[in-house]
Structure formats: C-alpha cells, structure tokens
C-alpha cells in the first residue's frame, strides 16, 4: 500500500520546450555556421553535404549505395507509443526521400529517468520498433543518455541502386510539384498545447505524421520521379527553398492546392503558429515574393515545420498523370500545388491561386 500522496508524473509535452521537427536550430543559423566549414568530398561520396539534401549516399559497390541519415527531437505528444512511432516515421522518410530501402536503424534516446517511470520510455521504443518492423529495416542498437527533457529518434542506414537515387537537385523548369501529406502538423500540435483544439482535431495528424512514406517512395519510383525531398522542420517553403536552390531554378507555390487538414486554416489565422514558423518566415523572406492577394493564414502555413511530413515530388508534366496514379493506387495524397520555373537559382512565388484548373 502506498502511504502519502501519489506523485503524478508529468506529461511527455510538459517536458518539452519545442516540438517535434518545430525544435530544429533555424536553416539561417545551421547554413551560416556549416557554410564555414568546407564539406567532403570523395569520389565515392554521390551526395555529400553540400546540396542540404535529406541524406548522404555513399557508393558501396556496383549497384549498391549506402543511404545514412539521422533524425530526433522531443515529444510531440503525450502518448509515448504514438511519440516513438512518429519520430521514427519522421527518421525512416529521410531514406525513402532519397529513393531507398531503409536497412538498419540505431535508437537516440534522451529521457529523465528521475522524473519519468522507465515503463514511458519502455513504450516510445515500443512505438519507434513497430514501425521499423514495418518498413522491413532493423533495430541493431542505439544510446541512451540522461537528460531532462526527453528527446527520441533513430540513425537509418539504407541502401539505393546509385542510378537511381533521388535528391533535390534534379528539379527542373516546368516540373510540378506534388505533396503526399496534408500540410499543418505544427499548426495543430501548438494549438493542441494551449487546449485552443481538441483531440479530435488532432487525430487526422497523429495518424499521418505516423504513417511511413514508403508507399509514397514506391510510387515515386514506380513513376520515374528523380527529384525530392521530404517536408519537415523548415516548412514546405523551405523545404521548397532547398530544392529549388540545389536544382538551380525558381518555384511558385499557389495557396489554393495548399493539402491541409481540418481546422488548420482557421488556427492558423487566429495566430496558432509555432515558435519554428517564425524563424522559417525570417529566413526564407528575402527569397520569396508573396502576390499581394494572398490570405496571411495560409501563407502561414506554409512556414509552418512539419512533423514526419510528406514527400514534396518535382515531376516532369508528361510524367505527372503517371505519377499521381502510381499515388492514388496506393492511397497516397497526390496534391499538385506548385511547379518550378526558368529563374533565379531559389527565388519563389506564393499565388493565391493555380494558374491553370487541375488536370
Ligand atoms: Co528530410
Ligand atoms: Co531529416
């Protein structure tokens, strides 16, 4: 029998500062500070650092390239399951991004042992494990360290075929650009927070920022498409920003093919934006041309750091009716809501609207 009053502990968000992929250090301080140190290069090295892709390729041997990325960040819900299994669907995208098969997976834990029961971290290595099982990877180990505010993800080693890889440099003028995922996860875990939405408002993202992008990455494959990169902490503009910039052309976003889920327009209009919007916006204003008609909540959105986002695809016209059924087929969002254009290497354009009805 207990004596005394019971210690309740406190909640996976309570112990977070910031949320999800909204935690990641601003893109205009990282680039500034890892534009000083020179990247390698090797002969061997088929997508290094320089290009901000969302994973290295390394050629291995004929036909085999080795893929690593890593990924972690702190709750993004008080589930811990649900925690685990969407910071490892957000560490495995980085892999199907670049067009391949994720292979092993090492765990990065940070959990206050002394505030929270071992059983919490128990089920965020559950959730994460489950969904390494099921995009057919493995769990070979990890590291685990105290720290007060928890944090979890996963290093991902993956393979592709080297012809084959997928990076944001190969977008070219006229491609369209399709997004597989609603849009607004940032939107609505901040309002989530401040009790501004309710669980059920949250549930559509939960379930997606949860799904893996592997059936997307097939049907990419399946369709040709050689250009992507996934959205996540810097916004689908500025996920945008690094692919226009690394395939050397300019882009426009129009605002009424925005995918975003229920509620997210109005919270965003009524200011429930987190702190990683903000930071996006700053960064990626002085590139980016907003046509005067456009609704300030939706341009919001767009900076708004998404959490285990969707693959944002650049694909040729003639390709795109290929694409979109290869996505359909899968039950993939196949959201046409840009394209890239003839211009300055990065400069974009949000329009109000599509300039032509969707095909
Ligand atoms: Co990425
Ligand atoms: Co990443």
Redesign the pocket.
Known sequence: MHAGPLTIPPTLTSLASQCGCGAKIGAADLFALLGTDRPDRHPDLLVGAEHHD??AVLHLHQGTGLIQ?V?FFPPVVDDPYLFGAIAAC??L??VYAMGGQPLCCMAIVCFPTDRLPLEVLGEILRGGHDKIREAGALLVGGHSIHDERPKYGLAVSGTVDPAKIVTNRGGRPGDRLVLTKPLGTGVLITAKRKEACSEEDLSPALESMSTLNAAAAVAMREAGVLAAT?V?GFGLLGHLYNLASASEVAAEVWLDRLPLFPKVQALASEGHLPGGAGRNRRWLTPYTEFDPACDPALTGVLFDPQTSGGLLLSVPPEQLAALKRELAGRQVLAAELGRLTAGRAGELRVRPEAPFPEE
Do not use: E
């Open positions: 969302d994973a990325t990924d957000n560490a995208s980085d996934d996540t």
